[in-house]
C-alpha cells in the first residue's frame, strides 16, 4: 500500500489552528448553554502576587493530582499557611466534557514532553519519540487523562511494604482510597467503597452498543464481569471514572474548589519554579525560587516544602536544586548539595500495543427499526445514540443539542476507555489475582476519529494514512493491551541546568525482552476475543492494513506481533517511580517510607514518582491515595491531631475506621 508523504511544518500548524479554533468555539457554546460547566470553578481565585507572603508554613510545588489534594488536607488546619505553586493556569470548561479528553493534549495546558528518539520501540511515531503529555494546570493530569478510576492490585502495595516501606501495605492503603470516594456506581461491596468523600466516581455517562459486545466476548472466555477495585481485579468491567453527573471531575474540582475560600490557603498560578532553596550546611530546605511572568520571587517555608510536580518535573527540580546523582550534576556544573544516586532513575510506564484495530458488520436492525431507519427524514431527528461504534459522524449538530438540553449523549462518553479487562497471560499463576496485562477496549478507534487518538500517542502520518486512513466511516473498535510490570527501567536526567528545558527522557521499553514477550501475549489475547462466538456474529475481523515494516509477517505469528509492538510502542500516559520510597540501605531510593527525601530535612516529595515499582493499573487514583496518605502523615509529624468526627454515612466495615485516620 502507498504510503502519504508526511505532513508539512505548515501543514501541521494548520491543523494545529483548526483544532484550537474548533475547541474555541465549542467552549463558547458551552459557556453560554452549559453554565454548570464553566462557573463552577470561579471559587478558585488565584492570589495576586503583590499579596504572596514571604514566608508559609507550607510550600506546594505542583497543583496536580498529588498537589491538590495536599493543598486540601493540609489547609484543614487554620493555624497553617498554605501555598500552592501551579506553572499553569485554572482548567478549561471544555475540559469537563469526557470526550474531549484528547484534544488538550499538545495544548499550552500539556507540557507537551517527547521521549528520546529509540531504534529498538516507537519506531512508528514522529521521529521515534512517543508523546508523553503531562497537566500544566490546576488538577494536573488528571484534567488531560482518560478519567479511569483504577486502584491496582493488593498484591502491588503488599510488594511495597516488604521492599521496606512499612505502612504501605493493601490494608494500610485502602482506607485512603476510600477516605477520598464519593462512590455513585450502584451495588459495590461497601468494604472497599465509600461515599461522601471529595472524589466522585462513577461509570460513564453513554456507552456505544459495541461495549456490552465486547463484554459478552469475554465471558464466551470465561471470564466475569467483576469490580476490579473490588475484591478481584481479574475480568472484565465497564470503566469506572472520575466522573461528576457524567464529567469529568478532575482533582481540581474535586479538592481545591471546597478549599479554595479558605483564607489560609494561597493558589498562585502561572508560577513555574525554579529551584528548591536548601541550606548546604544543615541540608535543610527553606523555601523555594520560582518566576512568575518577568519577575522572579523567593518565598520561604517555616516547616516543609512539598514536591508533587510528577514523575517528570520533580526528579528534574531535585536537580536542578543540587539533590541527585553526584556525577550528573556535576557535569552540568550543577553544585552538588547531597547525592543521591536513584532521583531520576527507575522510571517505568505502561507500555502497549498500539492500533489494534478491529473492523466489525453492525448487527441486523429489528423490522421497525430498519423501516424507520429508511425513513429520508430520520436522519435529522435521530440521536448519536443510534450509532453501533464511534464513528466521526456522531459528532453532529444533535449530539450537541442532546449534551446541552438532553445531558445525555455521545459527548458523555469515553470512546478511548469502554471497557477494562484485567488477565493473567501464560507468564503469570492463573490461580493467582494478579493479572499482568491490562486491555483498555475502545468503543471507536484511531480510524475513525479522523486521527485525534493517533496524534496523541505521535503516529507519524505516513503510518497513519498506510493503517488507518481507508477504515474512516467503517465500523471499528479497537483493543490497547498494556503491560502491567514491566522488567525495563529507564531514566529521567537533565539536559541542561536551566529548569525551562525539558529533561532527557528515556523509557527503555523492551530492554528486558522478558516484556515484549509478556506483551505479544496481550495481543494474542485480543485475537481469542475476536475469534469468539460473540464477535463471529459481528464478522469481527483485524485491521487487513498490516504495520508498515511488520508486512512480511502472518498476524498469527508471535513474531508479528512483536513487530507491530516495537513499531507501536504505546504509552498510556503513566510515567513513575524516579524518585522511588525505600529504605535507606537501598541506595537508589530518594525517600523514606514517609516520603521524607533521603538527607534533605524538611523536604517531601509527594506524587506518582515516589512508587518503588509501577502499580496493576492506571495510576491517578493511586497518586491521589498517595497525597491523602501524605497529608496524615504530614500532620503527624507536625503534631496535628484534630478530633475525630462523626461517620454520617455507611462506609462499610474499613469504611468505619476512617473515623481514627489522623
Not at 484550537?20 to 488565584?46: K, N, V
Not at 512499612?166 to 467503597?193: E, T
Request: aromatic share 8%; net charge neutral; proline share 7%.
Amino acid at each position: 500500500m502507498a504510503t502519504a508523504a508526511p505532513l508539512s511544518p505548515l501543514q501541521l500548524l494548520s491543523a494545529y489552528g483548526i483544532k484550537i479554533l474548533l475547541m474555541a468555539i465549542l467552549q463558547g457554546i458551552l459557556i453560554i448553554f452549559r453554565p454548570d460547566i464553566s462557573t463552577w470553578e470561579d471559587g478558585i481565585i488565584p492570589v495576586e502576587l503583590s499579596k504572596i507572603r514571604d514566608t508559609y508554613d507550607f510550600i506546594i510545588i505542583g497543583g496536580g493530582s498529588a498537589g491538590s489534594v495536599l493543598a486540601n488536607r493540609l489547609s484543614e488546619n487554620e493555624n497553617w499557611q498554605i501555598l500552592l505553586l501551579e506553572a499553569g493556569t485554572n482548567q478549561p470548561p471544555l475540559a469537563d466534557v469526557p470526550l474531549t479528553f484528547a484534544l488538550y493534549q499538545n495544548t499550552p495546558i500539556d507540557w507537551q514532553y517527547r521521549t528520546e528518539p529509540s531504534g529498538n520501540y516507537c519506531l512508528a511515531l514522529r521521529h521515534h519519540q512517543s508523546a508523553w503529555p503531562r497537566g500544566k494546570v490546576l488538577g494536573g493530569s488528571s484534567v488531560l487523562n482518560a478519567m479511569l478510576y483504577v486502584r491496582a492490585n493488593r498484591e502491588d502495595y503488599d510488594n511495597w511494604e516488604r521492599m521496606g516501606n512499612p505502612g504501605w501495605s493493601y490494608n494500610d492503603v485502602l482506607p485512603y482510597f476510600m477516605k477520598s470516594q464519593d462512590n455513585r456506581i450502584p451495588k459495590l461491596n461497601p468494604n472497599y467503597h465509600s461515599s461522601g468523600g471529595y472524589l466522585t466516581v462513577e461509570n460513564f455517562k453513554y456507552t456505544l452498543p459495541i461495549t456490552s459486545h465486547i463484554l459478552r466476548a469475554g465471558q464466551d472466555l470465561g471470564y466475569q464481569e467483576v469490580d476490579v477495585n473490588g475484591a478481584q481485579q481479574t475480568g472484565f468491567t465497564y470503566t469506572p471514572g472520575t466522573l461528576r453527573d457524567g464529567l469529568r471531575c478532575s482533582t481540581a474540582k474535586a479538592f481545591l474548589q471546597p478549599a479554595a475560600g479558605r483564607s489560609n490557603l494561597h493558589i498562585s498560578v502561572h508560577s513555574v519554579v525554579q529551584k528548591i532553596l536548601i541550606d548546604e550546611i544543615s541540608k535543610t530546605a527553606y523555601g523555594v525560587e520560582f518566576k512568575a511572568g518577568p519577575l522572579t520571587y523567593v518565598v520561604k517555608a517555616r516547616r516543609e516544602v512539598i514536591l508533587s510536580a510528577g514523575a517528570i518535573k520533580s526528579p528534574q527540580l531535585l536537580s536542578v536544586s543540587g539533590v541527585g546523582p553526584k556525577q550528573h550534576l556535576e557535569q552540568l556544573g550543577i553544585r552538588v548539595i547531597h547525592n543521591l544516586p536513584g532521583v531520576g532513575e527507575n522510571l517505568q510506564d505502561h507500555v502497549g500495543v498500539g492500533g489494534m484495530v478491529i473492523v466489525v458488520d453492525r448487527p441486523p436492525e429489528g423490522p421497525v427499526k430498519g423501516l424507520l431507519s429508511a425513513l429520508p427524514i430520520l436522519p435529522s431527528l435521530t440521536s448519536a445514540s443510534s450509532a453501533f461504534t464511534f464513528t466521526i459522524q456522531e459528532l453532529s449538530l444533535k449530539a450537541l443539542v442532546d449534551f446541552i438540553v438532553k445531558r445525555d449523549g455521545i459527548l458523555y462518553s469515553s470512546t478511548y476507555a469502554a471497557m477494562l479487562s484485567f488477565i493473567n497471560t501464560k507468564y503469570e499463576n492463573p490461580a493467582r489475582d494478579y493479572p499482568d496485562i491490562e486491555v483498555i477496549w475502545a468503543s471507536g478507534s484511531e480510524a475513525s476519529d479522523v486521527g485525534v487518538s493517533a496524534s496523541a500517542f505521535n503516529v507519524a502520518p505516513d503510518v497513519y494514512n498506510s493503517m488507518f486512513k481507508d477504515l474512516l466511516l467503517q465500523n471499528t473498535f479497537e483493543a490497547l493491551p498494556l503491560l502491567m510490570r514491566p522488567r525495563s527501567r529507564g531514566y529521567v536526567r537533565l539536559r541542561s541546568k536551566d529548569p525551562s528545558t525539558d529533561p532527557i527522557i528515556v523509557p527503555n521499553y523492551f530492554e528486558d525482552p522478558h516484556d515484549l514477550e509478556v506483551l505479544i501475549e496481550g495481543a494474542k489475547f485480543v485475537s481469542r476475543i475476536i475469534n469468539t462466538p460473540t464477535m463471529k456474529n459481528l464478522n469481527a475481523r483485524l485491521n487487513p492494513n498490516k504495520m508498515p515494516g511488520c508486512e512480511h509477517y502472518d498476524y498469527s505469528t508471535d513474531n508479528y506481533w512483536r513487530c507491530h509492538a516495537r513499531h507501536y510502542s504505546a504509552t498510556n500516559f503513566h510515567p513513575s517511580c524516579t524518585c522511588k520510597m525505600g529504605p535507606a540501605s537501598d541506595k537508589m531510593a530518594v525517600v523514606d517510607h514517609r516520603l521524607r527525601v533521603h538527607g534533605i530535612k524538611n523536604l517531601r516529595v509527594v506524587d506518582t514518582s515516589i512508587m518503588p515499582h509501577i502499580t496493576s493499573g492506571n495510576t491517578n487514583a493511586p497518586t491521589i491515595m498517595i497525597a491523602e496518605k501524605a497529608s496524615d502523615m504530614i500532620k503527624q509529624d507536625w503534631g496535628y491531631h484534630p478530633s475525630p468526627k462523626k461517620e454520617t454515612s455507611d462506609k462499610g466495615i474499613i469504611g468505619g475506621l476512617l473515623n481514627n485516620l489522623i
